[in-house]
């Protein structure tokens, strides 16, 4: 063989291992730690989903369904928070639930599918707020069976351990709580990115109590924000000191606090090395559209140019941004959230 065809058949074998070894490469890097800053980085715009859905108790019932998640990622979003309501799942030795398992596996792989980040996001605060004892004890039975039955899942799913720790989860409580189930989550999944959040329901004046632990750098911390309430809660009905409507908002005053008061989060993260996921904000669909969108759109740009990631709250329910009687998005908060100039960029 003379040393051009060597060469030539040398070019030929280089060039088909190259072809196979980028897959195999992509795959490894999918279930390889993730450094917690370049995780948030990934997941830059999301939203709550799939909260109060009937599909949990009947996946025939179902309003969201596993084709969604391409509407989702489609429409500009990278990230999804799977909102949990697990304790409903619980048998009587607090086992989880195989059909609702089941069920879960379904949504996570299909949003996998689609290359969004799935936050896992036990949402049982309420209960917890009731009685430190019972949520630690179911707390720490959900954990211990969630955690092993994804520890081989790819680094794009990461786990939040309570949402919004408040009454009875009080701050010395969730200190020492939240680290006994970040132990739990670590005995199958050394190295998965976990997202947590401060007392007092994530809100700002939270942050000086989040202890997280320092050996540990694969921790997300969590913030909410629904700031000023008067504005975002208008008309809910859980919240009847709300109950004046027709609020609106956009002073130029108004983006100045509300630029200072996301910027408490980005000198909390900034201090404590810690990366800072904004998992849920929004304003009540009985406030004005115009105002939501201003507001709605401040937050999510504020956000952005300090380094977070977000998630709206929520999909659909109150907060409305997607309508499944139409199949329609509700426009002016979804370009509030992803401007139409950012579409055409993707």
Same mark, same amino acid.
């Given at each position: 063989?003379?040393?051009?065809?060597?060469?030539? %058949? +040398?070019?030929? &074998?280089?060039?088909?291992?190259?072809? !196979?070894?980028?897959?195999?490469? @992509?795959? $490894?890097?999918?279930?390889?730690?993730?450094?917690?800053?370049?995780?948030?980085?990934?997941?830059?715009?999301?939203?709550?989903?799939?909260?109060?859905?009937?599909?949990?108790?009947?996946?025939?019932?179902?309003?969201?369904?596993?084709?969604?998640?391409?509407?989702?990622?489609?429409?500009?979003?990278?990230?999804?928070?799977?909102?949990?309501?697990?304790?409903?799942?619980?048998? %009587? +030795?607090?086992? &989880?639930?195989?059909?609702?398992?089941? !069920?879960?596996?379904?949504?996570? @792989?299909? $949003?996998?599918?689609?290359?969004?980040?799935?936050?896992?996001?036990?949402?049982?605060?309420?209960?917890?707020?009731?009685?430190?004892?019972?949520?630690?004890?179911?707390?720490?039975?959900?954990?211990?069976?969630?955690?092993?039955?994804?520890?081989?899942?790819?680094?794009?799913?990461?786990?939040?351990?309570?949402?919004?720790?408040?009454?009875?989860?009080?701050?010395?409580?969730?200190?020492?709580?939240?680290?006994?189930?970040?132990?739990?989550?670590?005995?199958?999944?050394?190295?998965?990115?976990?997202?947590?959040?401060?007392?007092?329901?994530?809100?700002?004046?939270?942050?000086?109590?989040?202890?997280?632990?320092?050996?540990?750098?694969?921790?997300?911390?969590?913030?909410?924000?629904?700031?000023?309430?008067?504005?975002?809660?208008?008309?809910?009905?859980?919240?009847?000191?709300?109950?004046?409507?027709?609020?609106?908002?956009?002073?130029?005053?108004?983006?100045?606090?509300?630029?200072?008061?996301?910027?408490?989060?980005?000198?909390?993260?900034?201090?404590?090395?810690?990366?800072?996921?904004?998992?849920?904000?929004?304003?009540?669909?009985?406030?004005?559209?115009?105002?939501?969108?201003?507001?709605?759109?401040?937050?999510?740009?504020?956000?952005?140019?300090?380094?977070?990631?977000?998630?709206?709250?929520?999909?659909?329910?109150?907060?409305?941004?997607?309508?499944?009687?139409?199949?329609?998005?509700?426009?002016?908060?979804?370009?509030?959230?992803?401007?139409?100039?950012?579409?055409?960029?993707?």
């Amino acid at each position: 063989m003379t040393l051009s065809r060597i060469f030539a %058949a +040398a070019v030929l &074998l280089l060039a088909s291992t190259a072809g !196979t070894a980028a897959p195999k490469a @992509d795959k $490894a890097a999918a279930f390889a730690p993730i450094d917690p800053f370049a995780q948030v980085a990934e997941m830059k715009r999301g939203v709550n989903v799939l909260g109060y859905d009937p599909v949990w108790s009947d996946p025939q019932k179902g309003r969201f369904t596993p084709a969604m998640f391409k509407k989702i990622h489609d429409a500009g979003f990278s990230n999804v928070r799977v909102v949990l309501q697990v304790f409903d799942h619980l048998d %009587a +030795a607090n086992k &989880l639930d195989p059909k609702w398992l089941k !069920t879960l596996d379904t949504m996570v @792989d299909a $949003a996998l599918k689609e290359g969004l980040t799935v936050v896992l996001d036990d949402h049982d605060f309420l209960k917890c707020s009731e009685s430190a004892e019972v949520c630690r004890t179911k707390m720490t039975a959900i954990w211990s069976q969630l955690a092993p039955h994804f520890k081989d899942a790819p680094n794009k799913l990461v786990f939040e351990l309570l949402n919004e720790p408040n009454g009875a989860i009080t701050p010395e409580v969730w200190i020492g709580l939240s680290r006994e189930l970040l132990s739990v989550v670590r005995q199958t999944n050394p190295t998965r990115n976990v997202l947590i959040g401060g007392p007092f329901w994530n809100n700002l004046e939270g942050l000086p109590w989040l202890k997280l632990p320092e050996d540990d750098r694969h921790i997300i911390a969590v913030v909410h924000y629904y700031l000023p309430r008067p504005f975002t809660h208008q008309g809910a009905p859980w919240e009847p000191v709300n109950a004046q409507t027709g609020v609106s908002w956009g002073s130029r005053s108004e983006y100045q606090v509300m630029e200072e008061e996301l910027y408490i989060a980005k000198t909390w993260g900034d201090a404590n090395k810690r990366p800072i996921y904004l998992g849920e904000f929004g304003a009540y669909d009985k406030a004005p559209m115009e105002s939501r969108a201003k507001w709605t759109a401040a937050v999510a740009r504020f956000a952005e140019k300090y380094g977070f990631a977000w998630a709206y709250w929520q999909l659909d329910g109150d907060f409305i941004l997607y309508d499944f009687k139409t199949n329609s998005w509700v426009e002016p908060l979804l370009n509030a959230l992803v401007p139409p100039a950012d579409k055409t960029k993707q």
